[in-house]
Nanobody, 125 residues
Framework: QVELVESGGGSVQAGGSLRLSCAAS????????MGWFRQAPGKERERVAF???????TYADSVKDRFTISKDNAKNTLYLQMNSLKPEDTAMYYC???????????????????WGQGTQVTVSS
């Protein structure tokens, strides 16, 4: 049974930083595409950042150069380092894992089989 557990969310002021973690059990990080989505109230879930089985990464244009996704295979944990946070980054952030090897530039929600429960990020101006 696969379980993804996110942590690290919180409230920060604009310009601040947070690091999200996604601890995986029953799933090997190097086995497939993993990543982060986010969803703000009243909006659709949107892509944020992804790491393929070969550790190549892809980012949404809105977070490029501010967010960094990484994996620690020894800890079986996925991270999202978020710097220079903006109020528009406020959302629930979800970790997701799939059975495809490569995420591609625009992975779909449907490419991911497993989801975490989410962690809230709130950025105030």
């Amino acid at each position: 049974q696969v379980e993804l557990v996110e942590s690290g969310g919180g409230s920060v002021q604009a310009g601040g930083s947070l690091r999200l973690s996604c601890a995986a059990s029953g799933y090997i990080l190097s086995a497939g595409c993993m990543g982060w989505f986010r969803q703000a109230p009243g909006k659709e879930r949107e892509r944020v950042a992804f790491a393929s089985a070969d550790a190549s990464t892809t980012y949404a244009d809105s977070v490029k150069d501010r967010f960094t996704i990484s994996k620690d295979n020894a800890k079986n944990t996925l991270y999202l380092q978020m710097n220079s946070l903006k109020p528009e980054d406020t959302a629930m952030y979800y970790c997701a894992a799939g059975t495809i090897l490569f995420c591609g530039r625009t992975p779909s929600l449907y490419d991911f089989t497993y989801w975490g429960q989410g962690t809230q990020v709130t950025v105030s101006s």
